[in-house]
């Protein structure tokens, strides 16, 4: 292979691609979680607080209606103003905003509703106060939850979907990604960091990683890919919405067909990768 | 990640030529004999060292009982992964160093002559993180103590996910802590030791799930590294940030074990939890 850094990571071509998911993922005028919320559901209800002493708004849980179902609804949420950002923490949850979405995986076993979660972020914060309050036990408590959920469970990609902050709503019976969004093991900055020693070098991790979205529908992590508009989401939300939500009604109409369990859930994660089977 | 520069290096002893060991943090000496005698921490100031997957396994099982599951089961480099050298070649050489064929070690195992599954995570091998290959011997070493209704216990000592292995790494999370409700259905324990360092991937999802968890004292254990922290948010760190005894405080860790103690401690853990609950609800009816 010959890099076009010197270190053989990735072909220009490559590089290109695979940044030019990143950037699509991420362009300040892309759909956030509420305004597609807002265009594929009935009926939303916002719901708040962790009931454990916080309401970390980087994390939006609901009620909500779809093709005559009730739902259970959790989302990372970013902001769009400046004042926004600083208060939605650019999408990045705190242990509170995990202990919200464990609240509504409860809630939704509770009252037997399917759960849909909307997945948009760098991921969990990596600050001071969330290691302080177990930002690492609260992920993983929220891994846990979502396969102990006995609803059946849809997840959609819609535009970052950034390591450990994302899986904790991912884990879902069946995962949509959109076109242009994306999920990798870490930030294109943080992989940049740790195998070049240099965050600048993130186009070249973003390729190593091959984390656009048809490859993950190649590997079977997600199951399908919802087109956008073209020239992307950013361009028309209305008709971003109009194209995601006949996708989320029929799989989540297919998803209650199939009667799916925990036990299916847990067995699709512990086979997910495919490289073992017995 | 072996090439991170994320994680805070070790407090670890550096063999010298005429098998003295120097303790990294206050330069006393011991031999290469006493060192092992005392499970490789320093007699003056108590620096826990990093060891080996297998140098854990000799200290905590009983002598002569552990037998390794998987002896065979290996990774692959599935993306074709190349950053500054050939994942492959990284991860040949490891297996040559370390003597493992990935990051892990599992087997049967007695401790204080109670039957368990007992993991070992190797720092030494691309930093204990989580490849595929690790991932699926975890959740066969936890499927395996179920299978046998034997406690689970795992020893953590990794810097979270393989970047090389990408999303892969990434799913391993949800592999590992889908396994572990086979040991929830079977109600049986699982032990989690938290070592020098324990980060990321690991630490957000089975490491943090033991129904006892214990950790050495010192050890580093986080979600973000330090490092990464302070360049994301520019904040102070607080004296002993993320250290076992930092969590300990906040109710994250059950007990900050010295190596010492950890093999009787762990034994009189299985003792009390291997004995009969005799009137639960199901054995009443």
Known sequence: MTGAEGDGSASTEKMASAWAQVEGARHPDRPYSLDLIQRCLDDFIELH?????????????????????????????????????GRRNFGMAHPEGFRKAQRLFALAGRLEMPVVSFIDTPGAYPGVAAEERGQAWAIAQTLE????????????VIGEGGSGGALATLLADSVLILEHAFLSVA?????????????????????????????????????EIVPEPPGGAHTDWDATGALLRPRLEAKLEQLVKEGVNPTRRRERYRRLDGLFQL | MSASPTYSQPPAATAEEDGVVVCAVCSSPQSSTEAAENLYVCPACGAHSRISAHERIRQLADPGTFKVWDVGLEGRDRLGFFDTRAYVERLDEARLRQHLPDAILSGA???????????????????????????????????????????FICVTSSGGARMQEGVFSLM??????????????????????????????????????????????????????????????????????????????????????????????????????STSSGDTAQSAA
């Open chain 1, 49 to 85: 607080g962790d009931r454990q002493g916080g309401d970390d708004a980087a994390v939006v849980i609901g009620l909500a209606r779809l093709g005559g179902r009730r739902l259970g609804v959790v989302a990372n949420q970013k902001g769009r103003t400046l004042e926004e950002r």
């Open chain 1, 145 to 156: 939850a979502q396969l102990a959920l006995p609803t059946p469970y849809l997840a959609v």
């Open chain 1, 187 to 223: 930030s294109p900055e943080a992989a940049a960091a740790i195998l070049f020693r240099d965050a600048g070098r993130k186009q070249s991790a973003a390729a190593a990683l091959r984390l656009e979205a048809a490859n993950l529908l190649e590997w079977g992590i997600a199951d």
């Open chain 2, 109 to 151: 195992a007695e401790i204080g002559s109670i039957p368990v599954g007992l993991a070992a995570f190797d720092f030494g091998f691309l930093g204990g993180s989580l490849s595929t290959a690790v991932g699926e011997r975890l959740a066969r070493a936890i499927e395996a103590s179920a299978e046998s209704r034997v406690p």
């Open chain 2, 172 to 273: 391993q999370m949800a592999k590992s802590v889908s396994a572990l409700h086979d040991l929830a259905e079977r109600h049986l324990p699982y032990i989690s030791i938290l070592v020098d360092p324990t980060m990321g991937g690991s630490i957000a999802s089975f490491a943090a799930l033991g129904d006892v968890i214990l950790a050495e004292p010192k050890a580093m254990i986080g979600f973000t590294g330090a490092r990464v922290i302070t360049q994301a948010t520019y904040e102070q760190l607080p004296a002993g940030f993320q250290t076992s005894e930092f969590h300990h405080a906040r109710g994250l860790i059950d007990q900050v074990v010295d190596r010492r103690q950890l093999r009787e401690v762990v034994s009189n853990l299985l003792r009390v939890l």
